[in-house]
């Protein structure tokens, strides 16, 4: 297979992955069988629900359509649970407005916490905290960063200086320890909402800036060019010139560059709520459902534990994946 088609195919296997993440968060209620809230004490750190196919019967293995045991905890000391074979309870797919579900047992694909909350639930509606965050502040960063780089670029003079220099002031802040400082502000009675508002704030004020610096370098070897010159000689304003032809000759950076900066503010969103300073319980991210697994005890007794953590990389990963192939097909000199 060659390396251009080979590329491509493992980019639209990374954007199919992405699409699914997205997908399940802005349908949360619909994918998770329970709500991220829903507690059942009977069952504390239920170790995930197995789904068989198979029985066997006369000696015979017979397929049948997926289903589920009763789980019962044997030892309440040392949470051991065993299967009830004596019933099956066969899972039902898009009934009672819910993607599957199980009619006289409880399912926990990947098990429960401490509280007896299941976690695939938790996972599903904390994606919408930590993949939402990332696109909703890459945004608005590159937002300002493309409009005041660009206003930077184009007008000049002691404008320009004034804005890189402000620039700099804002690159230099130790971005972390910034987040801390500011996370630390916020009282702990704000709702998550609202802490989820103020963290996307303060990383975009952080992130325009190195952007903006970009498009400022870009604006000025493209106001130069031939096509700026006619519109200028048209008549066009300094807002028309930006407006019709800078600004959709930066667009493809641009992409690619909101596609490579969104893990930044994933990981950045968890590890503050990872920390607790950001969002906290009883809502849910990713972030502070792996502050969960944060001790060894927990990751050798409740592995599950770590899928959180797995759907982070993984994002990120595939985020890294579409974004350096887009920037690859839409640099006219990459060849690969």
Known sequence: MPMKTRRRSIALAAAAVLALFYLSAIFAPVVAPYSYLTQNRSFPDEPPTA??????RDG??????????????????????????????????FTRGKLFSVRGAPIHLLGTDALGRDYFSRLVYGGRISLFIGLIGAGISFGIGILIGTLSGYIGGIVDTGIMRLTE??????????LLTLAVIIPPGVSS?????LIIVILSFIGWAGFARVIRGMVLSLKERDFVNASR??????????RKQLVPNLLSYTIVSITLSIPGYII???????????????????????????NIEALTTRPWMLASGICIVVTILCLNIVGDYLRSALDPHDYR
Do not use: C, Q
């Open 51 to 56: 789904v068989h196919i198979t029985f066997t």
């Open 268 to 294: 950045s969103e968890s590890a503050l709520s990872m920390l607790g300073l950001g969002i906290r319980e009883p809502d849910v991210s990713w972030g502070n459902m792996l502050s969960e697994a944060t």
């Open 60 to 93: 015979r293995t017979v397929l049948t359509r997926p289903y589920v045991y009763r789980y019962v905890l044997a030892d309440i000391h040392s949470e051991t649970y065993t299967e009830v074979k004596t019933a099956r309870y066969p899972l039902e797919f």
């Open 233 to 242: 000689a048209y008549g066009d304003s300094t807002w028309g010139i930006i």
């Open 169 to 178: 002031i804002i690159m230099s802040l130790p971005t972390f320890y910034l």
């Open 193 to 197: 909402g609202t802490t989820f508002l």
